[in-house]
Every structure is written in structure tokens, then in C-alpha cells.
């Protein structure tokens, strides 16, 4: 069965969604420094401790897209 623009639509988004925490967290060239600072916290600690549970949100989206409309959990 042939896939419609919106569901294509969907993988990518699904795709995206779970690459976003690897992506971001793989660079370490980009966010291997000491500032800025959040409460003291230098920005190297602070910014990997943000993907926790931004990495969660990315997998509960990417989840909720993969779900069949109108079944049950």
C-alpha cells in the first residue's frame, strides 16, 4: 500500500524527533564549555542534564505519532 504525503509526513517527523537527543548530545565540541552559568552550574553540566527530560519529551512525541488513531492503549 502506497503511503500518503501525511504519513511520510509522520515518519519524518517521528525520524527527527528521535535523532533530535543523539544529535544534540553527540556535538560536544559545541557545548564543551564553562559558560554561560545557571545557578553556579557551569553550561557543559547544565545542558546535558536538560536533555533528560528532553529526551523524554521527544520519545513521547515521537510515541504519540506512531499511534493508530482511534485505538485504545
Do not use: E, I, N
Amino acid at each position: 500500500m502506497a503511503r500518503t504525503g501525511h504519513q511520510r509526513l509522520r515518519h519524518v517527523a517521528v525520524a527527527v524527533l528521535l535523532l533530535a537527543p543523539a544529535a544534540g548530545l553527540l556535538w560536544v565540541p559545541w557545548y564543551a564549555g564553562a559558560g554561560p552559568q545557571l545557578a553556579g552550574t557551569p553550561f557543559f553540566y547544565w545542558y546535558q542534564l536538560a536533555w533528560v527530560p528532553g529526551s523524554g519529551l521527544c520519545l513521547l512525541a515521537a510515541y504519540a505519532l506512531t499511534r493508530k488513531a482511534g485505538r485504545d492503549p
